[in-house]
């Protein structure tokens, strides 16, 4: 694999108690991980905060994936968050299996640029708009019976134009919206906000 | 607790196969659940599909929550998806705590209309634009280490001005989109689309 650079432009640190948000609202994230001078990445919808601080997440990982081997095998694995710009992306690595009987190494196949955050080899995909590096935290029974994997979040960053202040601000960044899958490669995007209030 | 009405208008059952585009896109949701004479409603951001068919959810369900009793005693809770127009509703049942030692019964303290889908006393929010009633399966570990509830999903229906063929599809109703709450009240709202396509 090759070299990854550090942390891009824009991309800022978050303090462990916001994290949560960046998965709050629902977006579909990209799964990465490396194991052995292999890596992967694939899509999932089925991801979601799992507690505030230290912060941990779910996700489902299906028995298919060769991102699966690489998780359980590093016992790392990231989300990263893609945004309305790489819808494409975010279609092609849902749709694609990698490894030797799949399509190879995605991030060379297709061109995905990469690079690391605080965790050695652990690859983030580059134009994201957040990212969470995990530690996962096992639970065979339940990877096996329901392929949810849960993680640890050891660090985390996203993009500054679009959350900053523990909230996501897309103003003035279509194409920096988080995308969020209904089926068949139909995201929707976040667009306007409501503020709820106390009902008396 | 008063007897419930029966589906309201525009509330069509769903295939099973269809269930996780309710979810898939990571709305909030309202978990509700009754057990000897007594019933209430939480918000939950933190909850996704977890799987196709037989169709499941995952759910975050705090210890400290009235609700959660409820979902343990009975085996059941539901999933019903509040839409923009009942931000102040979502705001006002995630800010509240329910039980003799909260407000009480949020439906009756908060004037909220329930109904009864296929599973006998279990409440269903009345104006929301998803239902999901849920079987708990049992996981008593990840239960009690994480909050993390686990359902399979009996029955299910939609709004269907804005779920038809299997797809959300909001245009002409931006009262009855889903909500992605982000923090404080503060919900993120579905606008625009887009299609992604595989890269070359």
């Known amino acids: 694999m090759p070299a990854m650079p550090d942390l891009p432009d824009h991309c800022a640190p978050l303090p462990l108690a916001h994290v949560y948000r960046l998965l709050n609202h629902g977006p579909t994230v990209l799964v990465s991980a490396a194991h052995g001078g292999q890596r992967n990445v694939m899509a999932a919808a089925w991801a979601m905060p799992l507690d505030f601080e230290p912060p941990k997440v779910a996700v489902v990982i299906d028995k298919s994936t060769f991102t699966r081997g690489l998780v359980e095998a590093s016992g790392r694995f990231a989300l990263s968050l893609p945004c309305a710009g790489q819808a494409d992306l975010a279609f092609t ?3 694609t299996h990698g490894g030797a009987d799949g399509v190879g190494d995605k991030f060379t196949r297709y061109g995905i640029a990469a690079f690391e955050g605080t965790t050695p080899g652990l ?39 679009v959350f900053a202040q523990g909230r996501w601000q897309f103003d003035g960044h279509p194409a920096l919206r988080t995308l969020h899958h209904v089926a068949g490669g139909h995201f929707l995007l976040p667009q306007d906000a409501v503020q709820g209030r106390m009902l008396d």
Chains 1, 2 share one sequence.
């Open 93 to 95: 690595v849902g749709h």
């Open 123 to 161: 690859p983030l995909v580059a134009g994201c708009v957040g990212w969470l590096e995990c530690r996962l935290l096992p639970e065979p029974q339940v990877q096996q019976a329901y392929d949810l994997f849960l993680g640890e979040v050891v660090a985390a960053h996203a993009d500054a134009r």
